[in-house]
């Protein structure tokens, strides 16, 4: 079946530094591979996405490529925030056994970012 | 602007009790998905639906039950043959897998 593997955390970073949080996945067939953000008591956030090999997802200054040689989505950004405390979720969507197109979201189990000033 | 409302945003369930959380959408889309999150073990898949009156379970389906009756509501009941209900329930809607989710804002229920 599909799963997804995230570094462990927590993650605590001073602000400006750079961060790197690791993503590998295990998919059958050509999956498309999300980054999505959850602050405290909210639901989860689209942060970027890529739907193909070599693919670059961005937005708000993070990024993530989509490597299918090394099954790797890792997230990426130059220099961090206070504000971008939080916890992060790789995720990937498969499309169903009926081959419909709205497939199923398998995530990773979080990666808790705390960046201080 | 369009999304997805859940509620209520804290629920209590006595135990022996059925509780019924709400999931309302108003994007047109056509998928929804219910999950579960627990600390430390991301989110699982509880039930989806891809179609009105149409639903499949997902990998953690056992003592909840789900409806879908019409395009904007996905209502979700956990019954009281789940052992372990507390936990943070998360709503989701998508017209297209390469599209992305969209997700509510999520009801924490506890037992007490």
């Known amino acids: 079946g599909n799963s997804v593997t995230q570094m462990e955390g927590p993650v605590t970073l001073s602000e400006e530094a750079f961060l790197t949080i690791n993503c590998t996945y295990t998919?059958?067939?050509?999956?498309?591979l999300f980054w999505y953000v959850q602050y405290p008591g909210e639901g989860l956030q689209l942060l970027l996405k890529?739907?193909?090999?070599?693919d670059k997802g961005s937005n708000k200054g993070f990024e993530a490529t989509y490597r299918k040689e090394t099954t790797s989505f890792h997230l990426e950004k130059g220099s961090v925030q206070v504000s971008d405390s939080a916890v992060y979720f790789c995720?990937?969507?498969?499309?169903?056994?009926?081959?419909?197109?709205?497939?199923?979201?398998?995530f990773g189990q979080g990666t808790i970012l705390t960046v201080h000033p | 602007d369009g999304g997805i409302t859940q509620s209520p945003k804290y629920l209590f369930r006595k135990e022996g009790q059925n509780v019924t959380l709400s999931c309302e959408q108003n994007?047109?889309?056509?998928?929804m998905y219910w999950y579960r999150q627990d600390p430390g073990q991301g989110l699982r898949l509880i039930y989806y639906?891809?179609?009105?009156?149409?639903?499949q379970k997902g990998d953690i389906a056992e003592g909840y039950s789900v409806s879908r009756e019409k395009k904007e509501s996905f209502p979700l009941t956990v019954t009281s043959a789940q052992k372990n209900p507390t936990a943070f329930y998360l709503c989701?809607?998508?017209?297209?897998?390469?599209?992305?989710?969209?997700f509510g804002s999520g009801t924490r229920l506890t037992v007490v």
């Open positions: 989701a809607s998508t017209r297209e897998r390469s599209y992305g989710y969209t």
């Open positions: 998919a059958t067939g050509y999956p498309s």
């Open positions: 890529a739907t193909k090999a070599d």
């Open positions: 995720a990937l969507s498969d499309v169903t056994a009926g081959g419909t197109s709205y497939g199923k979201l398998t």
């Open positions: 994007l047109n889309h056509d998928a």
């Open positions: 639906s891809q179609i009105v009156n149409d639903f």
